[in-house]
């Protein structure tokens, strides 16, 4: 039985959407890489809005008060839930890549959602046709910015790492999920909206939080509380 029927589409049609989830996974980690932890969480909350903003000032998609109310009430309970130390980046980089990847991740997930209807594609079928061109997009700059280790092989470089079954399971693992986490985004997106995705990844930061308290012991102070009432009222 075949899981999808594949379809083939045009490449110039397809290189915005993989250009722009390439630069969501580079600026993503770089943002993680050299900002404070604090300022990573305040630019993942940011996305909603950015999302808001570009449907409204790009498609003309203007979301009802209550929605925009909603996911304003959300993303203030979730950052009074996660950002313990809500420290500014204190250098132009660090801006630079935190407003940039604000902008590439909002620009992915309405793509990924407008790109299904405008080729009349299903999530895999998408899914099918842009990975190979991303892949090419990463791989050439895989080659560029990383250790690779073309002339000194040392074991912080790509060819001179030293794998173990270990660790090849563990990148095994990591693909698939990866692979999965694509799927899903595709398919929420597809079904509803980038909006409605991003307050589907909050409720995961909720229930993530929600339940470190109830199985692992973690503190659950006002604050924390107060927010995950805030973004669990903003979701209902």
């Not at 895999?124 to 560029?144: D, E, K, R, S």
């Not at 929420?188 to 109830?214: Q, R, W």
């Amino acid at each position: 039985m075949r899981m999808f029927e594949p379809k083939v589409a045009s490449r110039m049609k397809l290189l915005p959407l993989a250009a722009a989830y390439v630069a969501y996974i580079v600026l993503c980690n770089l943002n993680l890489n050299i900002n404070p932890v604090g300022f990573y969480q305040i630019t993942k909350i940011a996305v909603a809005p950015a999302v808001l903003a570009i449907d409204y000032l790009y498609y003309g998609k203007k979301a009802s008060p209550r929605v925009t109310a909603s996911v304003l009430v959300v993303c203030l309970g979730v950052g009074l839930a996660t950002i313990t130390d809500p420290q500014l980046s204190s250098n132009l980089s660090g801006l630079a890549a935190g407003f940039g990847s604000v902008a590439a991740t909002a620009l992915y997930q309405i793509w990924a959602g407008s790109k299904q209807k405008e080729l009349g594609m299903g999530s895999m079928q998408l899914l099918h046709q842009y990975v190979p061109l991303a892949a090419l997009l990463l791989g050439a700059l895989v080659a560029i910015l990383e250790p690779v280790g073309w002339f000194q092989r040392g074991p912080d470089t790509i060819l001179g790492y030293a794998f173990t079954p270990g660790s090849v399971a563990a990148i095994a693992v990591s693909s698939v999920l990866g692979l999965l986490v694509n799927l899903s985004t595709f398919l929420v997106i597809g079904a509803t909206s980038s909006l409605t995705y991003n307050v589907v990844g909050h409720v995961k930061t909720v229930l993530i939080l929600s339940g470190g308290v109830l199985f692992f012991g973690d503190t659950m102070p006002p604050k924390k509380m107060a927010g995950i009432m805030a973004a669990m009222g903003g979701i209902i």
